[in-house]
């Protein structure tokens, strides 16, 4: 189970309202390479993973995730308080309000709603951690373009922060499948399908 | 927003952080006993900042205190840069 502590991984305290930077950073709540399918994706790869190492991590990066979820929800909110029509309309952000006036709702920054397709779960731990090490990447990539086109110091501060710790999972992801290669049998040299079939090391451990 | 409160609150955010920072590196390092230590430190600082921010301005735990201590604004999303 989950248990709520009532404030932010790390503050978030935005003076001027922008509704263009909302609207790029949204996707980092709901888009391809976002925090929700982050978290959705860890959290669900868990049940399939055989070393302790790894569930452990998964859960732990997992939960971090849904601590970054509310940090980019609760930019997007403080970006779009007291927004007045023309700024709406002005900013480009007016494409958005039509459909979620100013609710935090998860969707890319291109507008494509929030997809379990941009995720995997494979049930094999090789290709899952895979999946995670360019997850990290891809997430961290989005936060450099964010951090390109934002020039507000109290929005980069957070984002600069959650930048950093992509690059943290990253380094994580790589040493657990590290872990993970190292006690696959020497003959697999190709590692593939390693939980699946009946003669896999981890399945022999069981 | 009120500076010591504010203060206060930054401080356990950044022993929580510590203690989320290392609870990672032991999940793929669960015998560095160096960091063990470290994060048994830290989590002894972490209650002690838990305590003092929530005996001046209520519970931060989901399930510590109910009710109206825990209902009360503000969230963790709400600005209070125009209080």
Known sequence: MFCYEKMLEYPVKIKNPNPKYAQLIISQYGGPDGELGASLRYLTQRFSMPYAELKGLLTDIGTEELAHLEMIGTIVYQLTRNLSYDEIKKSGFDTYFVDHTTGVYPTAASGLPFTAASMQSTGDLIADLSENLAAEQKARVTYDNILRLVDDPDVRDPIKFLREREIVHFQRFGEGLRLATDRLNSKNFYAFNPCFDDNCPCNVAK | ?83
């Open chain 2, 1 to 83: 927003m009120n500076k010591p409160k504010e203060s206060a609150l930054r401080k356990y955010q950044a022993a929580k952080f510590a203690l989320i920072e290392m609870h990672l590196y032991l999940d793929t390092h669960p015998e560095d006993l160096a960091m063990l230590s470290a994060y048994k430190k830290y989590e002894a600082k972490c209650a002690v900042l838990k305590n003092e921010y929530e005996d001046m301005y209520g519970a931060i735990q989901w399930l510590d205190a109910p009710g109206v201590e825990w209902i009360k604004n503000p969230w963790p999303w709400d600005s209070e840069v125009c209080d």
